[in-house]
């Protein structure tokens, strides 16, 4: 072989050396790609901050609910600022062996938490419990009692107080009520009560919660029409009583505006039975002539003070009757709906009709 021969084998093998050098190269340059997308990856999935910078150290008041999971309550931290990142705290959850084991309940935290700080609140419970309670509308003081015995308030405190009135509760609008009873202003709804509450306390609760409720309802024109606050309840609670269908309240409300208006006894059923022991479905005659300033068949005019507790719908169908000339209602179908009529012939057919629906 000759040397042109030598210098052209030369040529053509460093080229080759040359390629093998770019390809690791590359792979160096592919290697530090991935380990900066791991790094960057690592950062926007655990370390960036989800909404935005929040100042560290403001108070933030966030409620757990029964059952919920670790992610969840992780997204609600970050939302509020308490922790930075919601999947890191479900990795440091993970790591302090915390999952399954977060509190539920109402708890006073601030931003800027750390991880561990957070985790370790959560472990420990909310200083302060609650327990739920739902008021239905249409309950009376006992049947009220009852539903906050079950969360540890006791019964016969609760009656005492809310049979006293205004003399443990003096408010104004209480002045007055007949025999002092909270009957009608205990307001119902679903209360989160704090765990070792007293009945006191409770009350106290649903007074301002009716005071917050009934400053939504008209009256003014209640008033206009020649009726005061207790009236206005009074007649609230007999609709609340009488109605199961939403649509019919001001209906109702009509009937006994329109009655009071002529000088007509009411003839509300659910005032006898507020003072009969037991529930019925239908009055008999002698049940009638029960003697008792709530007989509103044998007394004129309102019954001295509410029979139940009424919710803000009735309140305000109290005070905005439908423009009707209805005086008659009954009882006609199963799903609690009545027939309304102007005149007694009417009232009567009506009747019948119901008879056949319910057999009596």
């Given at each position: 072989m000759d040397r042109r021969s030598e210098r052209t084998r030369i040529r053509q093998v460093k080229p080759r050396?040359?390629?093998?050098?770019?390809a690791f190269a590359l792979l160096g340059i592919i290697v530090v790609l991935v380990a900066a997308g791991a790094v960057a990856g690592w950062w926007y999935v655990f370390e960036r901050v989800e909404h935005g910078p929040v100042e560290a150290g403001t108070p933030v008041t966030i409620e757990i609910p029964e059952g919920a999971t670790t992610a969840s309550i992780a997204i609600q931290l970050a939302e509020h600022g308490?922790?930075?990142?919601?999947n890191r705290f479900r990795l440091e959850s993970r790591r302090a062996d915390a999952d399954g084991r977060l509190r539920a309940g109402e708890y006073d935290l601030y931003t800027g938490m750390s991880y561990e700080e957070a985790i370790a609140a959560?472990?420990?419970?909310?200083?302060?419990?609650?327990?739920?309670?739902?008021i239905p509308e249409g309950y009376v003081i006992e049947q009220i009692a009852a539903r906050f015995e079950?969360?540890?308030i006791p019964a016969e405190e609760f009656e005492r107080l809310a049979h006293a009135g205004y003399a443990e509760f003096p408010?104004?609008?209480l002045q007055?009520?007949?025999?002092?009873?909270?009957?009608?202003?205990l307001f119902p709804k679903t209360y989160r009560v704090v765990e070792g509450s007293t009945a006191r306390d409770v009350i106290e609760m649903m007074l301002d919660q009716f005071e917050i409720e009934i400053a939504s309802a008209d009256v003014d024109a209640a008033r206009a029409r020649g009726f005061d606050l207790h009236e206005i309840v009074t007649m609230a609670s007999m609709i609340e009583r009488e109605t199961k269908v939403a649509d019919e309240r001001r209906l109702v409300?009509?009937?006994?505006?329109?009655?009071?208006?002529?000088?007509?006894?009411?003839q509300i059923d659910a005032t006898i039975e507020y003072v009969l022991p037991g529930t019925r479905f239908r009055l008999t005659y002698a049940d009638l002539e029960i003697d008792s300033p709530y007989n509103t068949y044998r007394n004129a005019g309102l019954p001295p003070g509410p029979i139940s507790s009424p919710g803000l719908a009735s309140l305000q169908a109290a005070c905005d009757p439908a423009d009707t000339s209805y005086l008659y209602y009954v009882l006609t179908s199963e799903d609690g709906s009545h027939t309304f009529t102007e005149t007694w012939e009417e009232f009567l057919r009506a009747k019948e009709r119901s008879k056949e629906v319910f057999g009596q």
């Open positions: 050396k040359s390629r093998v050098g770019a308490i922790v930075p990142n919601a959560l472990l420990e419970g909310p200083a302060i419990t609650y327990v739920t309670v739902t079950e969360a540890g408010r104004d609008y007055g009520a007949f025999e002092d009873k909270l009957e009608g202003y409300s009509s009937v006994i505006h329109n009655r009071l208006d002529i000088g007509m006894r009411l």
